[in-house]
T-cell receptor, first 115, second 115 residues
Framework: RKEVEQDPGPFNVPEGATVAFNCTYS??????FFWYRQDCRKEPKLLMS???SGNEDGRFTAQLNRASQYISLLIRDSKLSDSATYLC????????????????FGKGTLLTVNP | GAGVSQSPRYKVAKRGQDVALRCDPI?????LFWYQQALGQGPEFLTY????????KSGLPSDRFFAERPEGSVSTLKIQRTQQEDSAVYLC?????????????FGNGTRLTVT
């Protein structure tokens, strides 16, 4: 089983829609979680960290469910500029052991917001 | 201030040729990561440095891949005897702290095409 799995997508939604992405992770010892955004042919950029209690940043809400080992991202009132690939990132113990952790990315979910 | 800088931006190599990709992280950043991103996929972890120490190289796909960061700042990813399957975007990222404790800052990437 892959360390991080995301909704396959793609998602095509009209402007103003609400859209949600889910991501599951396999290692229960995973420590921290993030959503990154990647525009076409650009580098990934941090969108938001995901905190245990859930957190909100404007139209974006991130949630963590440790019991079920998934994280989610909700985008409300979507804008054309939200069109991008959304990458789930999990910080988990490295297979190499010791105290090393590594950041593993999901495959990403492509969102297109249409006028 | 200056972000993560990668060079070259684009590299075309003939199969069997050796290539070297350079990453200049943000000054003072302790952690440095290399990721490989194939078209339509999320970034795949290659290797991680904490200062000059390579703490995790579990993602390097074969012994043709080698990375170094001798003085704890600039890093080079070398690929020997390139193969077509090595064609991808190679992303470098740095962060001021250990993995997961601070966001990753990515460079623009080097797009490698092996013909």
């Amino acid at each position: 089983r892959k360390e991080v799995e995301q909704d396959p997508g793609p998602f095509n939604v009209p402007e103003g829609a609400t859209v949600a992405f889910n991501c599951t992770y396999s290692n229960s010892a995973s420590q921290s979680f993030f959503w990154y955004r990647q525009d076409c042919r650009k580098e990934p950029k941090l969108l938001m960290s995901v905190y245990s209690s859930g957190n909100e940043d404007g139209r974006f809400t991130a949630q963590l469910n440790r019991a079920s080992q998934y994280i989610s991202l909700l985008i409300r009132d979507s804008k054309l500029s939200d069109s991008a690939t959304y990458l789930c990132v999990v910080n988990h113990p490295a297979n190499s052991g010791g105290s090393n952790y590594k950041l593993t990315f999901g495959k990403g979910t492509l969102l297109t917001v249409n006028p | 201030g200056a972000g993560v800088s990668q060079s070259p931006r684009y590299k075309v190599a003939k199969r069997g040729q050796d290539v070297a990709l350079r990453c200049d992280p943000i000054s003072g950043h302790v952690s440095l990561f290399w990721y490989q991103q194939a078209l339509g996929q999320g970034p795949e972890f290659l290797t991680y440095f904490q200062n000059e120490a390579q703490l995790d190289k579990s993602g390097l796909p074969s012994d043709r891949f080698f990375a170094e960061r001798p003085e704890g700042s600039v890093s080079t990813l070398k690929i020997q005897r390139t193969q077509q399957e090595d064609s991808a975007v190679y992303l470098c990222a740095s962060s001021p702290l250990a993995p997961g404790n601070s966001p990753l800052h990515f460079g623009n990437g080097t797009r490698l095409t092996v013909t």
